[in-house]
Nanobody
């Protein structure tokens, strides 16, 4: 059984930064590809960033050069550093074990002045 718990969301002004964390338990984390997704009100959930077991990363075009995904296999955590946030980044952010039904509960990110 895999459990994922996100943290680090909150309210931030445009141009600000946040760092999301996702703690993963119950599995061999180092063998799991991970992803961060988000869902804004009235929109479908979308992939924001992914990281493979070897550390290869991929990003949605809308967040390239602003967001960075990383992982710490010793801590069994995956992170999303979000810089230069804008109102379009407002959403609930979820982490997920890639290609699985294992999702975290989500953390709200609100970008507003």
């Amino acid at each position: 059984q895999v459990q994922l718990v996100e943290s680090g969301g909150g309210l931030v002004q445009p141009g600000g930064s946040l760092r999301l964390s996702c703690a993963v338990s119950g599995s061999i984390f180092r063998l799991l590809a991970m992803g961060w997704y988000r869902q804004a009100p009235g929109k479908q959930r979308e992939l924001v960033a992914g990281i493979s077991v070897t550390g290869r990363t991929n990003y949605a075009d809308s967040v390239k050069d602003r967001f960075t995904i990383s992982r710490d296999n010793a801590k069994k955590e995956v992170y999303l550093q979000m810089n230069n946030l804008n109102t379009g980044d407002t959403a609930v952010y979820y982490c997920r074990v890639d290609s699985s039904n294992y999702w975290g509960q989500g953390t709200q990110v609100t970008v507003s002045s």
